[in-house]
């Protein structure tokens, strides 16, 4: 119940925010972890396919990624990095935790600044949570913004994605929780 009211305040503190800024505010639920269970890290970049190697089947070296960290990887290429704005609205409508969906739609209406896109987004593990009795997953995704190393950590809560982490936050608070979450992961 208190994930709730913590939602449904971040959700209202994200539509104050998005009223006087275009830019999308990113609040988070209280996150427990329950046990870390990492994985290697994994590239989503489309491959090139060359004369050697005509099928797109993946590498026998590749990991497999669970449903949560491919989940993980469409909140980045779909709604962060994408441009197609009616993609983006149905990530939210598919693919999105329905206590945040709200906050998640404002921001499917605009392209995400170049600046703020993570590129060669690569899976780098994935931590098991609870949360008030709510399992669910945090994945860490690294890539570049801006040409420098950056990351995300995307939470995934009953199929769906609840947030996103940033270690860019600008509230205090966030960052903190941020890198909190982040060494779960080390």
């Known amino acids: 119940m208190k994930f709730m009211r913590v939602a449904i305040v971040l959700t209202l503190v994200a539509v104050l925010a998005a009223c006087g800024s275009n830019k999308k505010e990113n609040a988070e639920p209280t996150v ?10 994994v590239s989503t970049e489309p491959s090139e396919t060359t004369e050697s190697s005509p099928s797109s089947e ?5 990991k ?7 989940m993980a990887l469409d909140y980045i290429n779909v709604y962060i990095n994408g441009s197609d704005l009616d ?3 149905s990530f939210v409508e598919e693919k999105v935790h329905a206590d945040v969906k709200s906050v998640f739609q404002l921001a499917a209406n605009s392209e995400t600044p170049e600046k703020n896109k993570l590129l060669k987004p690569e899976v ?9 009795g709510k399992k669910g ?3 860490l995704i690294q890539g570049e913004k801006s040409g420098a190393a950056s ?13 996103a ?19 779960l992961f080390d």
Do not use: C
């Open 32 to 41: 427990t972890p329950v046990s870390a269970t990492p994985s290697n890290a």
């Open 58 to 62: 993946p590498s026998p070296s590749a």
């Open 64 to 70: 497999e990624l669970s449903d949560e960290e491919n």
């Open 87 to 89: 993609a983006k609205k």
């Open 124 to 132: 780098n593990g994935s931590v098991d949570y609870e949360s008030e």
């Open 137 to 139: 997953k945090l994945v």
């Open 151 to 163: 990351e995300f950590i995307v939470l995934i809560m009953e199929g769906k994605v609840g947030w």
């Open 165 to 183: 982490f940033s270690p860019d936050e600008k509230n205090e608070d966030l960052k903190e929780q941020f890198n909190k979450m982040r060494k």
